[in-house]
Structures are given as structure tokens and as C-alpha cells.
């Protein structure tokens, strides 16, 4: 590691000091850090004596690096890994200059990263992942991405990067065959669901669909784990015959397919020395990563937070209710810049909204109008819809639900007194 | 009084970010108002329904612009004749460069379409994503989000407004241009092909009699009730019937997409 290593982390540090004083400002560190030495990360990341396993897809990457890591963690390994959100170049910079030793080194066996979609391919080339692991496609954010195509060409990039091992959803519509597309040759290990509990759940897995040519039909590849079963926050996976009992999130067989990718990753990149009942207690003794799920209490008040990252993530969310919630609080702003797919959102689990918010709640209202979905309050500030929805009555479950989108899930947890963490750590 | 027969064309390759919301708002409309309403949901292989009333196509990626293209040409005669016939159509997006006369890809293939509308499509330039607010002489302020990487040439033809905020048809240059020929600027972009007015001169879409078609999603008849409504009255009219009054409830659904279009009006963004 050179002088120009050490300065990038003394001042990436100091500067991350700086904005935590302030108050978040995540990104901006790391950003500095690449300044200085624009191959800090890659010379970093390089070191790592079991290389990185890159994370990606549409929806679950931070929920999937987190378990995966926990299960590498319950094996005994160091793990450097990237907290929820900061997928970026200038995230991932950041959360090495959190753990990094002023010699430019890592205390870690092995780097589990979350990588944007969108900066996937170009990541990807940086941190040469030896293990690549592709979670879904789905539609999300199409004014950035414009269309799903563009994504499968994206995330393919990425798969291509992959030196050792490549896990696939055999249940996506693009990743069944994404490893007999893809130009080179590795170890290639599918995770998926019984055909039952695809076909049982009302909405399937959400996959993208797929035009134009001729390919394998999602499901049809031999899956190293596989979802058997699925309870309440439960679900039973199959690695290799054995039986194994996890915890997951919240209910959903999203979460349970993010639990079975994770297995599987771990299975590749531990080979022989892979214990099944590991991911048990793995996943057992692990907190939510925030929105995802998640409950905060407030006030002795448990609120459920759901988040609306996207078309797929919302209705996933929503198909895992197991009743119709008894009040709901919907935010979505700017960070949802085009709302357009919520009329492709089935909202039959909603009975009725108590309080809409943020700058598209006129938006939401009249989709809600149209679904014939009483509507409560619509108020643009958030705080004063926020405080109006605390004042409720206390739900007879014990439970108010909020629909966000990822922004106003930041800004509301802050509401809520909830401290926000560099990254998007736990709180 | 007989069903109303919507004719909803491609409904699973053009059906992409909410633009099925569109036929479900006219269904919705229709039928708060006492009408039945028949949809007819056309994918390749069927048969056209003989009755039809109104007919919508709505948007998706240029892979399943490609996809639908071929069953184009079956439908394409019927098409041209519908709306010689007067019957009013709502095209939005590839479905809208589906139904004009050319549309252009970016490696120079040429698709032929179905002829209904007399424009010309050409996938060129910056691709422009953002909220869009449309004046229109007839109907207001129309509001949705642009999300395109293509011109459309209306020729003569009277488009739908003139662009508040947003691109339009073609990108705008000089001062005073907002923000798509903002980012067209910003890329540098004098990429062939670059169709450019003078940014007052920006206008979206195509309106002529009853055909209709726009880049405006949201989808566009969720925040602009009054598009829709125009859409059915001219359904309507043709057999010689009028489009009762609103009940309660779409007053209210309105009020909010009122709500809603002065939200976007006030401080539209874009990329």
C-alpha cells in the first residue's frame, strides 16, 4: 500500500468523522477517499484472502448480503460487507474507510458486497467478485433503467465477471438461463421454491417478463436449496436433502427466496466445509436490516414498516399480509419519481388508508380513488400527517402500518426518533 | 342502451409501468356513470371484436415494441379503418409510434406501422425522463411523466399543447428551453437525427379529430379525468348518445387529480 493509500484513508476518515458529527452524510467520505487514490478500493478489496462475493438484482440485495454474511460469520469467517443502502462506489468506499487499518489493509476473510444494479458493471470489474450472486429481475425504477432489458444486460455483465462461482434464481424468467448466455465457464448453483409455493403465491415471485426469444421456462433448473415450506416468519429450506428450519424478516416468499440464495452462496463459497444447520442459527440471531419488515416501537406502539421500493417489492410486501391492516399510513415523495406503476399494483389487502403524505400523496389518492379504496387525510406535510397518525386510537392488533418509499422511510424513522446510522447501519 | 366496447390493443407486450391503468379508468368512469362496458383484450392470433368503441394501445420497452410489431400488420387494416370511421383512439408511447407511419430504431431498420396516425418516429438523441406538463387549448393543464429517447414528427398536424415543462415531440433549443433540451444541451448532444425548435414552439403529441396520442404516462388519464372523459364522450357521440353526469364519487377522484396536477405544475423535476 502506498503513501497515496494511507492519505485517501487519513482524510476519507477524518471526513467521515466530520459528517457523522453532522449528522449522516454517508457517501461523502468515501468519495473523498477516491479522490485521493482512485484505486483505493479495488487495491483494498484486493487483499482479501477469500476474495468478494458480489450481491445483486431488483429487490432483497441488502436483506440477502446481510443473512449471507451472518451464515459466513456463524462458520467462523471475518466478514467485511457494506451496510444496507450503500451499494454505490462511493458507499462501499465508505464502509472500508469505517474498518480499514491506515495501511490501507482489512481485517476480513472474505468481502460479501451489495452492488447497484446500475453501477453493477462497473463494480463488478473493480472487485473482481469470485462469487456473483443474482437475486431477480424485476420491474424497478424504470426512469432510471428505462426498461427491464436493460437491467438483464446489466446484471449479465456482472454474472460474466463472476471467476469461480455463479448462484442463480431458477424461478426469474431471466436468470434460469443466464449462465448458458454468458460467454466463459464456472461453477454455476441454482436456489429456488417448490413448484407448489410458486404457483400458491397470488402474485408468483414477480419476475420480469421476458420477450421475444425462446428459453428455458423459469423453474426448470435443479436447485442446490430450495423453499419446501413456508410459515410465519418462517420458512424450511432443502440444501442437498437435509431439512432446515430458518426465520426470516417478515412473512414472504421473497424473504424465503433471499434466505435460499443465501445458502446457496454460502454452500459455494465454503464447499466441504458448509454446515446446513448453520444457516438455522444464522439467521435466527439476526435483526431486520431497516424497512425491510421491520417493526419500531413507538410510544409502547408497534409500527410495521413497508416499504414501496418498487412495483414488485410493495406488492410482495402486500400479498404477505395476513390480514387487512387495521391503519395505514402511506408516504412517497420525490424519490419515486414516477409513481405510474402503482396502478399495476393489485391493493386488495388495503381495506382503506387512513393518511397519505409527501409530495406524490395526490397521486396515491387518486389510485387509491380508483381502487375504491377510502382514503382518510391527505396532507403534504410530513410531520403533521405523521403526528396524525400517532394520535390514533391504538390499533385493537397492537400494530399501525406505513407504507413508505425509501426516502420518506429515512426521513420518517427520523421523525420517529429513530437514529439514522452511517450507511444505513442498524439502528 | 348497448355495452361500450373498448378495444385494448397488446395489453401484455405494451401493457408496461401502469399504462393498463388507462382502460381501467375508462372502465371505472364508464361505469360510475351507469354505462356497461365491454373491454376486448387483444393479443396476437385473436380475432377483432366486430363492435368497437374506443380503442386504446398503450407503451412498453423497445423489446416489446419489437415483439408486437409483426402482428401489426394483421391488425393494421381494421385499424386505419376504425378511425376513418371516427372512433376515437388513446395511443401513448410505442403504442402511439406502433400506430404511425414509420418508426425509425436507432441502427436505421425502418418498422412499418399500422398507419393510423400520419407521424413519423425516430429513436435518436438524449433521453429525456421527468415530470411533464402539457398545455392543451381544449382540456387545461395536462400533467404526466416523459420518460423517451425518440422525436415524433407530426408535420402540420394539431399536437395535443404546448409543453410547459418537459420536451415535447422534439427537443427545444435556445433560451428559455426547460429541461429536456436542458439535458439535450448538457450531453452535448448534436447527435444526427437531433430534431430541434425554438423552445415557445415545443409541443406534445397528436390530436386530430378523434385520434389521439401522446408520451404523457402516469398513466395519462389518472391525474387528467378530463382527457378521459373527452375520450367517452366522443365514444358516446358517435351513437348518438351524451355522457351522463359524474356521480359523487368521481368528483372526489377528481378534486385530487386537481390536487394532484397542481403538486406536479408547481415544481415538476426531472433527471
Redesign the interface.
Known sequence: MGVRTSAAVAVGRAVRVAARLRGGGSAIPGTVALRIAPRFLEDTIAAIPRGVVAVSGSNGKSTTTNMLAAILREHGLTVFTNPSGGNLPQGIASSVLSQVALNGRLDADIAILEVDEGYGPKLAKLLKPRTVLLLNIQ?DQ???Y????RVVRMLEQVAMTATTSLILNRDDNHLVDMDKRIPGSRDVAFFGASAELISGAVHGVASA?R??DAHAAAGTREAAVTVTALGDSSATLSIDGQQIDVRLPARGLHYALDAAGAAATARSVLGADFRAEKVTSALGGLTTVYGRGELLEVDGESIEIIMMKNPASLQLNLDSLETQPEQVFMAID?GT??P?????IDLSSLSHVDVITG??A??F???L??AGIPVGT?D?DVRAAVKQFLALPRPASGRKTMILNYEQMMGIRKILGFKELEGGGQA | MTDLNILHLFP??LG??????NV??LV?RAEARGLSVNVKRYEDGDSLPAAVDLVFIGSG????Q??THPYLSVVAPPLRALAAHDVPFLAVGAGFQLLGETVTLADGTVLAGAGVYPVTTTVAGE?V???FVVSSPVLGTLVG?E?R?SYVDIRDAAPIGHVVYGRGNVAATGPGASAGAAAVAASGATAEGTVRVAPDDRVEGYWVGNLVGTHL???VL??NPALADWLLTAALARRGETLPAAPP?LA??DR??S??RD?IAA?P?S?
Open positions: 420491474i424504470l426512469n432510471r428505462h426498461e427491464p432489458d417478463d420477450f421475444g420525490e419519481p414516477d405510474s406503476w402503482i396502478y399495476d409530495s406524490k395526490w397521486q389518492a387518486v389510485r380513488g380508483y391527505v403534504l | 401484455r407486450t408496461m409501468n401502469g399504462e393498463n391503468g381501467d379508468i371505472h420497452p423497445v423489446s416489446a419489437l415483439q433521453r425522463v421527468g415530470d411523466f420518460n429517447g404516462h402516469g398513466p389518472a391525474n364519487s372526489e377522484i385530487r387529480a390536487k394532484a403538486t415544481a423535476l433527471e
